[in-house]
């Protein structure tokens, strides 16, 4: 062989070997670390909306459901007023705060049974019509606000007196409506005048059409009892039922078409709103072979770090229910937040993901919403509330609902 030919063919089998390499190491860079989704199912529902710095997601959770709902049904697309039904539960509670001497929690927390029962009594109003921003933000910044009315009710619970003025009330509510605006009494939609209720009226929603359930063994199954959490004060009644029926009935009602208001904890380290992921990672994983005693040999601190970076998809607990009970006795999982499960989704391992749209804007990786596992939606669930109708119709007649 010449020489000019060996160099040629040197030449260019380095050019073929240096071009694998690259794309091999092209391929290897193109490999993301952390969690993929992919939805399966995804239920029509209104956009993500911001809260801001106001306790009011359980407002937020519950108008999302019903804008939901009102969608499922007509077909249209309305944006409804989270302010509204603030307006009204606060004035509402300032009543029993009041009768109870102060007893009991007050501030903006409530729960998404607050929204059916202000819908049901008080009807409802487009956004349009009632924004409630009226202290000069473009965003829900409600501190003072929160203040100024815990001082107020203190103020009247304290009175030397032990008599109430007839006007304490009247007074409050004037407060409401400085800082969130007058309510309506008429308006105008789209050209014809309205009232709240009229409105609700209108768009078909139906309040006792909503069940609220919940999973906890402390009291009997496919019973109602008031959740003991200090957001609930209404003292307002959940269905409860066994652990695996609540994630039935989840599965049930996205896989047919209904979204699901949903209170959950998510405090727990294994929520990461940034990269939009929520899981319960096990701490001590059964792994393969020689990972089992790379993982035991790991300081604790290196097991947290492991855990909880999201850059690789963890083992996660079997949540069972005497798991979910000793969570809730030990204020580990407790009324912390109010969202919307939308969708049904699988990571690139398959492991099944819930969607959730939450209220904190949509500056973030996936716009506004979360995916959460499915062991995160056993254990941190608080309660969830669904159209009766999108209750398997065997459970629905062990609720005694028709």
């Excluded at 005048?193 to 409105?199: N, V, W």
Aim: glycine letters at 6%; aromatic letters at 12%.
């Amino acid at each position: 062989m010449k020489i000019k030919t060996f160099v040629i063919l040197l030449v260019a089998a380095f050019t073929l070997n240096f071009q694998a390499f690259a794309q091999s190491d092209t391929t290897a860079k193109k490999v993301v670390k952390g969690y993929h989704f992919t939805d399966e199912v995804v239920v029509p529902h209104t956009s993500v909306k911001n809260q801001y710095r106001s306790g009011t997601c359980w407002s937020y959770s519950g108008i999302g459901f019903v804008e939901a709902e009102i969608l499922r049904t007509t077909g249209k697309k309305y944006n409804l007023s989270e302010m509204f039904c603030v307006n009204h539960m606060y004035s509402d509670k300032a009543i029993k705060y009041v009768r109870l001497h102060g007893k009991m929690q007050f501030g903006s927390g409530a729960e998404d049974e607050d929204v059916f029962r202000v819908i049901k009594k008080y009807g409802m109003v487009p956004d349009s019509v009632y924004s409630g921003m009226q202290y000069g933000t473009k965003l829900p910044v409600q501190g003072e606000l929160d203040n100024v009315l815990q001082s107020f009710v203190d103020a009247v619970v304290a009175n030397k007196n032990r008599k109430l003025t007839p006007v304490w009330h009247k007074a409050f509510d004037a407060i409401l409506a400085s800082y969130l605006g007058k309510l309506p009494t008429t308006f105008k939609y789209d050209g014809k005048e309205y009232t709240p209720q009229s409105f609700r009226d209108m768009t078909g929603f139906n309040p006792d059409d909503i069940v609220t359930i919940t999973s906890f063994k402390d009291h009997p199954y496919f019973k109602g009892f008031p959740i003991a959490i200090p957001d609930n004060w209404l003292w307002a009644p959940s269905m409860n039922v066994p652990l695996d029926d609540m994630m039935a009935i989840i599965d049930n009602a996205l896989r047919n078409g209904y979204t699901l208001a949903w209170g959950a904890d998510v405090s727990d380290h294994g929520f990461n709103w940034r990269k939009g992921v929520a899981i319960i990672p096990n701490k001590n994983p059964k792994l393969a072979g020689s990972d089992q005693a790379k993982w035991e040999a790991l300081s604790q601190r290196q097991q947290q770090k492991e855990l909880y970076s999201f850059d690789s998809i963890v083992q996660e607990v079997t949540v069972t229910p005497e798991m979910r009970q000793e969570h809730y006795d030990n204020y580990l999982v407790t009324d912390d937040h109010g969202m919307q499960i939308v969708g049904i989704a699988h990571d690139q391992k398959g492991n099944i993901y819930y969607k959730i749209k939450n209220s904190w804007g949509t500056d973030q990786k996936y716009k506004g919403y979360f995916y959460a596992s499915k062991a995160f939606v056993e254990l941190q669930t608080m309660d969830i509330a669904v159209n009766k109708n999108a209750i398997p119709k065997k459970l629905r007649k062990e609720m005694g609902i028709k």
